[in-house]
Structures are given as C-alpha cells and as structure tokens.
C-alpha cells in the first residue's frame, strides 16, 4: 500500500503560477511510477503528467507540455507538478497517482494508487 496526500492547491488568477507536492507514506516510493490527474466538474478525468521511478524520465500530454512540469524527490518521497501560466480551464481537482510496471500510462484505471485531491482555481 502507499498512502498519498497532495497539498498545495488554492486560488490564483490567471497567468499565474502554483506548485502542488504530493508526499508519499507506505511501500518504497521509489518503486513507483507517478502521475498527476485532474478533474474538473462533469468532467472525466485528466491525464496531466508522469515521471517514472528514478525521475529522468517524463512524459506529458499536448495540452499541458510546456506549462506543467513534474519531478520527483525520493528522499523526500515527494512528487511535485509545477504549473505556469495557469488559466481559468485548468481549474479542477489535481490528484496524485502511483502505479508500479510501465509507468508511461495515461488512462487512470492503470493507476493502483490515488491522493484524495487537492483543489485549483484559477480565476479570470
């Protein structure tokens, strides 16, 4: 098991920055592959980022490549995205995710593991 708690969420106007942290507890955080989701209301959720176990590796989708970044510290058994030039689309709850195996995964089924979420708004 690996209980994740994200943290960092809050109100921002547009064109600003946050950073959400995500620590890990349980099993040997660097095992895992990690992930950041969101969802915003009435929709499905979103696949944003993902680092795989040692951290030299990412992959993002197009809508976000460029403005989130994800890293990881494992002595810190913390995940973090950074995000830049937020707009009022990306407001949603941001979760935090952990898979072992291929770590490049986009859907969230593939993912054994969730945060309960962190909120993000970002206001016009």
């Known amino acids: 098991q690996v209980q994740l708690v994200e943290s960092g969420g809050g109100l921002v106007q547009a064109g600003g920055s946050l950073r959400l942290s995500c620590a890990a507890s349980?099993?040997?955080?660097?095992?895992?592959?990690m992930a950041w989701f969101r969802q915003a209301p009435g929709k499905e959720r979103e696949f944003l980022a993902a680092?795989?176990?040692?951290?030299?590796?990412?992959y993002y989708p197009d809508s976000v490549k460029g403005r989130f970044t994800i890293s990881r510290d494992n002595a810190r058994n913390t995940v973090y995205l950074q995000m830049n030039s937020l707009k009022p689309e990306d407001t949603a709850v941001y979760y935090c995710?952990?898979?072992?195996?291929?770590?490049?995964?986009?859907?969230?089924?593939?993912?054994?593991?969730w945060g309960q979420g962190t909120q993000v708004t970002v206001s016009s």
């Open positions: 349980g099993r040997t955080f660097s095992n895992y592959g």
């Open positions: 680092i795989n176990w040692s951290g030299d590796s990412t």
């Open positions: 995710a952990a898979k072992m195996g291929s770590w490049v995964k986009t859907a969230p089924h593939e993912y054994y593991f």
